[in-house]
């Protein structure tokens, strides 16, 4: 399924400022070059809004062991097994050819060529488990691409990673969680946190009914 977009646009001024009001007007950085912006159905969390949800609080005790670990991009500690863990992991949910691992190491390790800086590991007591791939500056967070290892995380890992990725922005005094696009029924599970607000195209809405029920549509 092609990613869902209105317009997109290489940017080239890649300030705070810059990039912080192109994400406010839908749009979101992609894995197709550096620069490389789309606007889509965007959603985000006002994270002065966020507060956990009791079904948010369950899937936290779901996954128990699981820590959070931040890291700069380019990764120095970057090996294969990281990118054929995404490899494999994108196959099984999503299709052969969606993501290379030859494209998880540009994105952790060519900072010329990916739009990428920050890695979220997630630990548990053996070592990582799951990794996620973020652009972060001081206002906003974009929580994107995230992968882990289907064979040994916890049932509830992908919304596990999710929200504990929700939490450290919030610690950290953001402004905004992207959370990628609403662009299939499956993306409904991103209208369950609080503070969630998507953008239509024009204006970002507050209206969750009417998102599912446009979800819903497209089944």
């Not at 070059?33 to 994270?47: E, N, P």
């Not at 196959?91 to 900072?111: H, N, P, R």
């Not at 890695?119 to 972060?136: D, H, K, Q, S, T």
Request: glycine share 8%; aromatic share 14%; charged share 25%.
């Amino acid at each position: 399924m092609p990613y869902l977009h209105w317009d997109q646009q290489i940017v080239t001024d890649s300030s705070s400022e810059n990039i912080t009001a192109f994400y406010d007007r839908g749009y979101v950085f992609t894995r197709l070059s550096k620069g490389a912006m789309q606007q889509t159905r965007s959603c985000r969390i006002d994270l002065s809004r966020f507060e956990l949800s009791s079904e948010n609080r369950r899937v936290l005790k779901k996954t128990p062991d699981i820590s959070l670990r931040v890291e700069a991009l380019p990764y120095g500690a970057y090996d294969f097994q990281i990118g054929k863990l995404a490899k494999d992991f994108y196959t099984a949910k999503f299709g052969d050819k969606v993501m290379s691992a030859q494209k998880i190491k540009e994105m952790l390790g060519d900072g010329n060529r990916s739009n990428f800086n920050r890695l979220l590991v997630y630990m548990n007591g053996f070592g990582p488990l799951g990794y996620a791939i973020c652009y972060e500056n001081s206002d906003i967070l974009h929580y994107s691409y995230p992968f882990y290892d289907l064979a040994q995380a916890p049932r509830d890992m992908g919304l596990g990673m999710m929200i504990r990725a929700i939490e450290y922005a919030q610690a950290q005094g953001l402004k905004y969680v992207y959370l990628g696009s609403l662009q299939r029924p499956g993306d409904s599970y991103k209208l369950q946190f609080a503070g969630l607000e998507w953008f239509d195209g024009q204006a970002w809405q507050t209206d969750l009914q009417a998102a599912k029920t446009l979800l819903k549509e497209l089944a």
